[in-house]
């Protein structure tokens, strides 16, 4: 059994390596595309909708507030009150249904997305040769894409979120253009506090992930050996559970 090993440290990725990643989603995308082209269009089909959504709202909501106005200062029939009522009611009932759809649409995508990588990774391992699985760094690398398989499908989801709430900004500012200008610079404003938030923790959450590597590999390993019928036998002969049990509270 291998010594234990120390976590590195996180490797800290620049700026510039973090823009150069973005050339990698042309080829992410068609690999989603790929693994099902009539989900992929519905799951897009459905966020752009989604994403007038809130302008939508807004608006039927300022029609109401004027309809109040109009009401208090000249009164009248509140039918046309009662009909923006309704309407945002609605919208707001689809907006939910929207959210609820895109969940499940994404859910599905993300699995067929696993499972059309995983089985793209193990046509590729059939195809190489025996000593490169003895090296470490090389196996590292293995390792790394075949539990991105699972992990892509989270980032398939908060891709296709930031490309949802990147139209629904555009449309925010087109209707802000028709109101005022300057209230441009205060939406870009908000905006950057969230950005640089999100940017800093994703570049801290990957770096850890893809140090901690070696100690996953070993851990799923030893949980292997811990708990499987194949080494059951000289777990029992050699009395190997507490060293087995212990080394993996140790990773």
Do not use: C
């Not at 693994?35 to 807004?58: D, E, H, N, Q």
């Not at 699995?111 to 090389?138: C, G, K, P, W």
């Not at 892509?152 to 087109?174: C, E, H, K, N, Y």
């Not at 070993?218 to 002969?237: C, M, N, Q």
């Amino acid at each position: 059994m291998a010594k234990t090993r120390n976590i590195k440290p996180e490797q800290k990725i620049s700026f510039k390596e973090r823009l150069s990643a973005l050339s990698n989603l042309p080829e992410f995308f068609s690999l989603v595309w790929q693994s099902s082209p009539g989900k992929t269009t519905m799951s897009f089909l459905l966020r752009i909708i989604r994403s007038a959504m809130p302008v939508a709202l807004l608006y039927v909501g300022k029609l109401i507030i004027d309809q109040v106005v109009l009401l208090n200062r000249h009164g009248g029939s509140q039918h046309e009150l009662w009909k923006l009522v309704i309407i945002e009611f609605l919208l707001a009932i689809l907006t939910d249904g929207l959210n609820r759809m895109i969940s499940l649409i994404d859910s599905l995508l993300g699995d067929l997305f696993s499972n059309y990588t995983s089985m793209r990774i193990m046509r590729h391992a059939a195809t190489l040769d025996l000593e490169q699985f003895e090296d470490s760094v090389f196996y590292d690398k293995l390792e790394r894409a075949r539990q991105q398989t699972v992990g892509r499908t989270v980032l398939l989801s908060q891709v296709m979120s930031q490309i949802q709430d990147f139209i629904s900004i555009a449309f925010l500012l087109t209707s802000l253009l028709t109101l005022n200008p300057w209230l441009i610079l205060l939406l870009l404003i908000s905006i950057i506090p969230s950005f640089m938030g999100e940017s800093y923790f994703n570049s801290q959450n990957y770096a850890l992930t893809r140090s901690q590597t070696p100690e996953r590999r070993e851990l799923d390993y030893v949980r292997y050996l811990g708990a499987s019928d194949e080494t059951a036998k000289e777990v029992k002969i050699f009395g190997l559970a507490d060293f087995i049990i212990n080394r993996f509270k140790t990773l």
